[in-house]
């Protein structure tokens, strides 16, 4: 659990893995066509571009010497239509690749979310949540001008840089010999510096996630920043991992920018060796002004797609730290999940059955050790006991979020670990500890127990629950938005509303983790005659610290450090005088202090 924290950086990849480029490509496959249309658009645009030397080549050799004012015309004529054509295939391109750049990165963000709707909730424990969602916002992001453009330009510049060298091989074969001097020293540096690089936007990715992780937070815990009056504290923490970042940036930049001024000063050496070499061939008779003019504008063409070819490698380079953690994210295998052979969970009556089960979150450190629980159909049991006991994790392994250590579950003598997560889970109620509020409406919060239940089913639900007044109050009733996370209404209003979406799922089996626990008393009293009538034929876990919520309750379980130590009605335990009743007396003189 030790990489649970915003400043514990990622482990990194060591070698270039080619697979994850070949991934991305996947993604791009459904779009071959639109592709294709593409390729042939900027192979059209790079032809007309690439006309412009050769006719002013033929200008200055022909056309000027002759005083052939028609021809040159002809070829002002012929330059201008092959701009327009160029700036015409441009608009084109521009728009279709933007459009299946944003399609490509819409599937992407679709896979790695619906992954994350399956993930269990171990993986979500064992990381920050800033740094799951950097890798769906910017993570994601980061690859848009790659799949917008860098691959089509790819293509286009390698079409240009072989009929560039045509072009000059056809002028002259000598000076393009010349011209591709400092290649090898290009391919030299790039060899050399693209490790480092690599390295560099790892880190770089790192630094980004632990950056989003501490935003994140910080902005979750706000109010309890305020409140203790952490605000300098914690603006210090961020200029740590921001300058960490900044850092970080700054080194991959450096070395990202060594290939581009590296190609500049390696095209303007060649340049000024084909200007020596070209006027001494003039002199001697080799070539024409003309030819040389149009050779030394080949020559920038020639180092100009060399140097789109270096900025799509550096994208490629940053693309690949950023698709390490995608693809890791998309590939992650949530730890509970439905056998292959599992089967439907049919209607149930509610039995449920703990076989002497073991857990543990980490290896070695028990959290339940042997429990066995018999409940029958119908019964409400109560789960008490002090803060980390397990009662929690005994209703968690219920639902299945995680799967037990040793031992079995079962309901009605059926092993849940043979029955698909979906028809288990939806013959259950659950209301958490921490109630989550989404944003929208309350009726829809309501709703989402069960999206097909009726305006008054979820009317009926609330009013069981004593929620009904309190929503009717509000200015909009039950159309009422409500923030994330329910921040405009009460503790004890969000319970309520958490309440009522799980009553409303109409569950065979009920798990309510501390369903009062933020409700006044006096609300709560309202409400236990609701739920007298909601418990009646259900399967009932309540887990309470206030032993005056579960007096009623069919059975109570005390635990004690993951074990069951008492068992029995209220009545029966109190008679014992073990540790419920310690408890329960503790809490009667602390009412009664009160």
Known sequence: MARNKFDVDEELESPFNPQHFKRMLTYIAPYRNRIIITVILMLVASGANLIGPFLIKQAIDTEIPDGDVSGLTLLAGIYLAALIVTGICMKFRIRIMSEIGQSIIKAIRKDLFENLQKLSFSFYDSRPHGKILVRVVNYVNSLSDLLSNGIINLITDLFSIAVIVGFMLAIDV???????????????????????????????????????????????????????????????????????????????????FLLWPSIENISVLTVSLVYIVGISSIANGGVTVGSLVAFIGYIWMFWAPLANIGNFYNAIINAMAYLERIFETIDEKPEVVSDPNAAELKPIKGKVTFDDVTFAYE?????????????????????????????????????????????????????????????????????????????????????????????????????????????????????????????????????????????????KILVLDEATSSIDTETELAMQKGMEHLLEGRTSFIIAHRLSTIQNADKILFIDNGKIIEEGTHTELLARKGPYYKLYRSQSHSLAAG
Request: no cysteine; hydrophobic share 40%; charged share 25%.
């Open 363 to 507: 290896e070695g450190s028990p959290i339940l050790k042997n429990v066995s629980i018999d409940v029958k159909p119908g019964e409400t049991v109560a789960l008490v006991g002090a803060t980390g006991s397990g009662k929690t994790t005994i209703v968690s392994l219920l639902s299945r979020f995680y799967n037990v250590t040793d031992g079995q579950i079962k309901i009605d003598g059926v092993d849940i670990s043979t029955v698909t997560i979906p028809s288990l889970r939806k013959q259950m109620g659950i209301m958490l500890q921490d109630p989550f509020i989404f944003s929208g409406t309350i009726m829809d919060n309501i709703r989402y127990g069960r999206l097909d239940a009726t305006d008054e089913e979820v009317i009926e639900a609330a009013k069981t629950v004593q929620a009904h007044d309190f929503i009717s109050s509000l200015k909009d009733g039950y159309e009422t938005e409500v923030n994330e996370r329910g921040t405009r209404l009460s503790s004890g209003q969000r319970q309520l509303i958490s309440f009522a979406r799980a009553l409303l799922a109409d569950p």
């Open 174 to 256: 000598k000076l393009t010999l010349y011209a591709m001097a400092g290649f090898p020293v290009l391919a030299g540096i790039i060899f050399i510096i693209k490790n480092a690089q690599r390295r560099a936007w790892q880190k770089l990715s790192n630094k980004q996630s632990n950056l989003n992780a501490y935003i994140h937070e910080s902005i979750n815990g706000i109010k309890i920043t305020q409140a203790f009056v952490r605000e300098e504290e914690n603006k210090q923490i961020f200029e740590e991992v921001s300058d960490s970042y900044r850092g970080s940036w700054m080194k991959a930049v450096r070395i990202q």
